[in-house]
């Protein structure tokens, strides 16, 4: 009987708790769920190979309970990649198909492996696929997203997904990181216990691409303002726009300018102590920003809002000149 392997794979497989292994029983077989998991005890590696013996029919069990081949087609196209179960949550929410995950245990289309841990069992490999070949195409305007959002959000994004935030900076500037779940569109949803779960339709790297190239306009508008002459790129590294500024050609006397739009730069950036810099932020920080080795300038609409490092040194009063050159309100902390 195939509901009996269906049940002995399971439990062959699964490692966690009792009630975890119960509650996909109960879902996947009803009132029948205590005689199939009675049917399950002594599980082991041979159930798991008979299951691959027999994928055929276990897909024909599994195909006939689905009632939605939407739903199994979102997830087999695009959902499976999320094994976490939260994540999986999320990914199936911002599909548009929010609760999802308990019709696609009680289907036997996906299963827990642990307590944390759904996914689809190997067997049903040749059904997931042709779930995607026939699926539904979704598509995420990734640019359109990212420009609804502020820039706290975005620099949250970049950190989460890059990987190598400085999060001490990002919090003076935006505050701590949020403590409960935050939507962002149809792009992406934070949890503080999960991390950033990106729409399943689309890849943590293409956001990056997307939001950089974002980034990348908007710092050349910042530069040109800052009246900034000399060498200017958007430097891939720090994830930020980077001109050169000296006023004696030493290196006591030059700093590294970085033009950020939101701030979320690698943790190297900020250590690496052998150069001057300046970080020039769009918007108002949260809090006083503490005194640093490096400067820190927040430039909005009314003007610039200045905070000196531990040392002052020479093209630090340079760069505060220019500011005021430019015609610019500026605030010294």
Same mark, same amino acid.
């Given at each position: 009987?195939?509901?009996?392997?269906?049940?002995?794979?399971?439990?062959?497989?699964?490692?966690?708790?009792?009630?975890?292994?119960?509650?996909?029983?109960?879902?996947?077989?009803?009132?029948? =769920?205590?005689?199939?998991?009675?049917?399950?005890?002594?599980?082991?590696?041979?159930?798991?190979?008979?299951?691959?013996?027999?994928?055929?029919?276990?897909?024909a069990l599994v195909s006939s309970r689905v009632d939605d081949g939407?739903?199994?087609?979102?997830?087999?196209?695009?959902?499976?990649?999320?094994?976490?179960?939260?994540?999986?949550?999320?990914?199936?929410?911002?599909?548009?198909?929010?609760?999802?995950?308990?019709?696609?245990?009680?289907?036997?289309?996906a299963m827990h492996f642990s307590d944390d841990v759904v996914a689809?069992?190997?067997?049903?490999?040749?059904?997931?696929?042709?779930?995607?070949?026939?699926?539904?195409?979704?598509?995420?305007?990734?640019?359109?997203?990212?420009?609804? *959002?502020?820039?706290?959000?975005?620099?949250?994004?970049?950190?989460?997904?890059?990987?190598?935030?400085? =999060?001490?900076?990002?919090?003076?500037?935006?505050?701590?990181?949020?403590?409960?779940?935050?939507?962002?569109?149809?792009?992406?949803?934070?949890?503080?216990?999960?991390?950033?779960?990106?729409?399943?339709?689309?890849?943590?790297?293409?956001?990056?691409?997307?939001?950089?190239?974002?980034?990348?306009?908007?710092?050349?508008?910042?530069?040109?303002?800052?009246? *900034?002459?000399?060498?200017?790129?958007?430097?891939?590294?720090?994830?930020?726009?980077?001109?050169?500024?000296?006023?004696?050609?030493?290196?006591?006397?030059?700093?590294?300018?970085?033009?950020?739009?939101?701030?979320?730069?690698?943790?190297?950036?900020?250590?690496?102590?052998?150069?001057?810099?300046?970080?020039?932020?769009?918007?108002?920080?949260?809090?006083?920003?503490?005194?640093?080795?490096?400067?820190?300038?927040? *430039?909005?609409?009314?003007?610039?809002?200045?905070?000196?490092?531990?040392?002052?040194?020479?093209?630090?009063?340079?760069?505060?000149?220019?500011?005021?050159?430019?015609?610019?309100?500026?605030?010294?902390?």
């Open positions: 009987m195939a509901e009996i392997l269906e049940a002995r794979f399971q439990r062959a497989v699964f490692q966690g708790s009792e009630e975890v292994l119960e509650a996909d029983f109960e879902a996947r077989y009803g009132s029948r =769920w205590r005689e199939l998991l009675e049917a399950s005890e002594g599980a082991g590696e041979s159930d798991v190979e008979a299951a691959e013996a027999r994928s055929e029919e276990l897909a939407r739903v199994a087609a979102l997830y087999a196209k695009y959902a499976r990649s999320l094994a976490v179960e939260g994540q999986l949550r999320v990914g199936l929410d911002l599909l548009g198909v929010p609760d999802a995950l308990g019709r696609l245990i009680g289907w036997g289309l689809a069992p190997p067997y049903l490999a040749g059904l997931l696929n042709g779930y995607m070949a026939s699926g539904p195409s979704v598509e995420v305007d990734v640019a359109e997203e990212l420009a609804a *959002l502020g820039e706290g959000l975005l620099a949250l994004i970049e950190g989460e997904v890059a990987g190598d935030a400085d =999060w001490e900076l990002y919090e003076e500037v935006y505050g701590p990181r949020p403590k409960a779940a935050v939507r962002m569109g149809r792009l992406a949803a934070y949890d503080p216990e999960l991390g950033l779960v990106v729409n399943p339709a689309t890849y943590p790297d293409r956001v990056l691409e997307v939001l950089l190239s974002l980034k990348e306009r908007r710092a050349r508008r910042m530069a040109s303002s800052l009246g *900034l002459h000399g060498e200017y790129e958007f430097d891939e590294r720090s994830r930020c726009g980077l001109a050169y500024l000296s006023v004696d050609g030493t290196a006591d006397g030059s700093a590294e300018v970085y033009v950020c739009p939101w701030i979320a730069a690698p943790r190297w950036v900020l250590r690496e102590g052998w150069v001057n810099k300046i970080f020039v932020i769009w918007g108002r920080p949260e809090a006083p920003v503490r005194r640093r080795r490096d400067m820190v300038v927040f *430039l909005h609409e009314d003007g610039a809002e200045v905070f000196h490092p531990e040392r002052q040194r020479a093209v630090h009063e340079h760069f505060v000149d220019l500011l005021y050159r430019s015609g610019l309100a500026v605030n010294e902390a």
